[in-house]
């Protein structure tokens, strides 16, 4: 009781009612601080969405300019368009007649100058009938040193195709730099180069000839073919450099052009890609010198094919003939082309061909080219075709693509022609140019759905055999979006009438027909495994690596899984002890690698410096490998006895 009554009569000191002031002060200051941090805050955002205004009405002001800028242009440039339109129609009426087809102009470099200066001369031949026309037209293409160009106006769209030369359009036509051209051609070599002379060539495409153009040049060592693409200066400066390149080798060079692309076809980048063989039958390539079959001009093989006693042949793979093709030709039904020389030794192909004259097309030629080569070799070499009687073989110059420029409607041609440019495919160009409907022009037909479709989009292939698949853009949306999936249940129509089911089943297929096939040939003489061992490249005794470890074991890989044997690599590489060949563990598939064990290091080191010699027509990687001490090397069950 009495600590409570004194805590009553405590008094408060006065410090303590002076602590309470103090905190009420402190805390309306912070609430002062606190307005005045926002109302700063408030000023920097109206500052910057004043600033922001002020670079909009800027943007927007500078936008306004370039309008009026473009605008002007455009008046311009449409006032240009008119005037190269009105130097169109001028030239269309001094050398067209008022028909609604086609017309052709003969331009040749030894008649342009008499025609400008003798303006009688033109006109006279500009009232020619078309039989005198065309009699001069075939009369100049025969001729080998002929420089004649061949123009067809369709819709104000001209197409060229140069016949044995290459001719530069008029000097005052000009062109926009964006449009895209695009090239074609293919050329054998006789003989083929050697060595040196190969590499040095390689180096030439990549650094200087081909330089400032896109896409795809296979080279070997019997020749060029390419797919070209670049502005028309640089695809024009390409082949005059070309034609004097090599002693004139491609002076004979037919150059196919196909101009004024849009910019999207055009190849981003150059590809080299060094190759054995441009087109592989099977057989070695001395074997095909000198066979090819008779080259027919477009018109020639456009009235050949109409003759009662001709077997036209498709050479491309299945899926070109697809979606366009010859309706009266044989499709051999090829997944790549090496399946040719299968197809034609069957026995019912060889009763097609009995006593025919034999025909054959593709894309560009160069296919024709070994394919005529093949069946004139055998028809030399092969008892078995001698008896069949052909009166002769004969192939399109030029193909598909130079065919669809001297007739511009198609002629004997349905569908389209597939193309391993950016076009993919395309249609003659009167059919292209003219807006018909597609159910006229549809070859092929969906793998999914059926529907008539003719368009090779996507990425997606057979799952058995790898072929491009023909997928219609309604089933790869369902695809894509999950409603309708593309199982492996869908495939190529090929696959389909074959019942191939599986990539084994299509692989155990091929081989045992390709075996069959050479086993004839071994039988009648005209495939001997002897005659691979030739080498293309001779090996540089003096090209001796160092091997300061005294590596004993190299891996080599690249060898020919068919041909490839033991006698056929000691004698390449003298020196082996051991051999241990890379096979499949399942199937026992050669896989075309081997580690080899050699006797010294300096027989290694010989070897490795081999390394690219061409065996068996492919070149043969050779490198150290030393063993790693996990297994047992050299293994006692490959020593060579």
């Known amino acids: 009781c009495r600590s409570l009554l004194s805590f009553k009569n405590v008094k408060m000191s006065p410090a ?43 943007d927007t002001k500078k936008k306004k300019k370039k309008k009026k800028l473009s605008s002007d242009d455009g008046e311009e440039s449409s006032k240009k368009k008119k005037e190269k339109k009105k130097r169109k ?36 031949s500009s009232i020619n009938s078309d039989d005198e026309e065309q009699k001069n037209i075939s009369a100049r293409s025969s001729s080998p040193t002929s420089t004649t160009t061949i123009k067809y106006y369709t819709d104000d769209k001209m197409i060229q195709s140069s016949n044995l030369d290459f001719c530069d359009d008029d000097k005052k036509k000009i062109r926009d730099p964006s ?22 060539i390689l180096q030439q495409l990549e650094t200087t000839l081909a330089k400032k153009l896109g896409g795809r040049m296979r080279v ?12 028309h200066e640089d695809i024009s400066q390409f082949c005059k450099k070309l034609r004097n390149f090599r002693n004139g080798e491609f002076q004979q060079t037919e150059f196919k052009l196909t101009k004024d692309l849009p910019m999207n076809q055009r190849f981003p980048n150059l590809k080299v890609m060094p190759v054995s063989e441009l087109v592989n039958y099977g057989l070695e390539k001395e074997t095909l010198g000198g066979y090819s079959g008779i080259h027919l001009d477009p018109k020639d093989y456009h009235n050949k094919m109409t003759e009662s006693d001709t077997v036209v042949i498709d050479v491309r793979n299945h899926y070109e003939s697809q979606i366009g093709r010859f309706d009266i030709s044989l499709d051999p039904q090829m997944r790549k082309s090496t399946e040719f020389p299968v197809w034609l030794d069957k026995e019912s192909t060889k009763e097609k061909l009995r006593g025919k004259q034999v025909l054959m097309y593709c894309t560009g030629g160069i296919r024709c080219e070994r394919a005529s080569a093949l069946l004139n070799y055998k028809m030399e070499n092969d008892p078995d075709i001698k008896d069949l009687g052909i009166q002769g073989v004969y192939q399109l110059q030029g193909g598909i693509d130079k065919y669809f420029k001297e007739f511009p409607d198609g002629g004997h041609w349905s569908g389209k022609n597939y193309t391993f440019d950016k076009r993919f495919a395309h249609a003659p160009p009167k059919i292209d140019a003219v807006s018909q409907e597609k159910d006229i022009l549809t ?69 045992k027909e390709m075996n069959e096939y050479e086993q004839g040939l071994l039988q009648k003489g005209l495939l001997k ?63 075309g690698q081997a580690w080899v064990e050699m006797a010294t290091p300096e027989d290694a080191a010989r070897a490795v ?13 050779i490198s150290y490998q030393p063993p790693d001490g996990k297994d047992r090397w050299p293994p006692n069950s490959s020593r060579l006895e």
């Open 443 to 511: 070859k092929g037909k969906c793998e999914a759905c059926s529907k008539a479709w003719d368009k090779f989009g996507g990425k997606r292939r057979c799952p058995t055999c790898g072929v491009p698949s023909l997928i219609c853009k309604e089933c790869m949306l369902k695809h894509k979006s999950g409603e309708h999936k593309l199982d492996n249940s869908i495939r190529c129509d090929l696959c389909v009438s074959q019942n191939i089911r599986s990539k084994a089943q299509l692989r155990n297929q091929e081989e």
């Open 220 to 231: 070997a060592k019997e020749g060029l073919n390419c797919t070209l693409t670049g502005t």
């Open 179 to 200: 449009d895209t051209t695009l090239l074609l051609f293919y050329q054998y070599v006789e003989p083929p180069w050697d060595d040196k002379t190969y590499k040095t």
């Open 89 to 124: 129609d001028d030239e269309k009426e001094k050398h067209l007649h008022d028909d609604d087809e086609p017309k052709l102009i003969i331009v040749d470099g030894s008649e342009t100058k008499d025609k400008k200066n003798d303006k009688t001369s033109s006109s006279n």
């Open 529 to 591: 495994s002897n005659d691979y061992n030739e080498e293309s490249i001779s090996a540089d005794p003096t090209n001796i690596p160092p091997n300061p470890e005294n590596v004993t074991r190299l891996f080599l890989k690249n060898m020919c899984r068919k041909f490839m044997d033991q006698h056929t690599l000691c004698n390449t590489l003298p020196g082996i002890t051991h051999i241990v060949w890379r096979m499949d563990r399942k199937t026992q598939q050669f896989f």
């Open 16 to 58: 303590v009612v002076i602590s309470t002031d103090d905190e009420k002060s402190s805390t309306q200051n912070e609430l002062k601080e606190e307005k005045k941090k926002k109302k700063k805050e408030k000023k920097k955002r109206k500052e910057k969405e004043e600033k922001k205004r002020k670079r909009n009405d800027d």
């Open 609 to 621: 410096g081999m390394n690219g010699i061409s065996v068996l027509s492919r070149p043969l990687s």
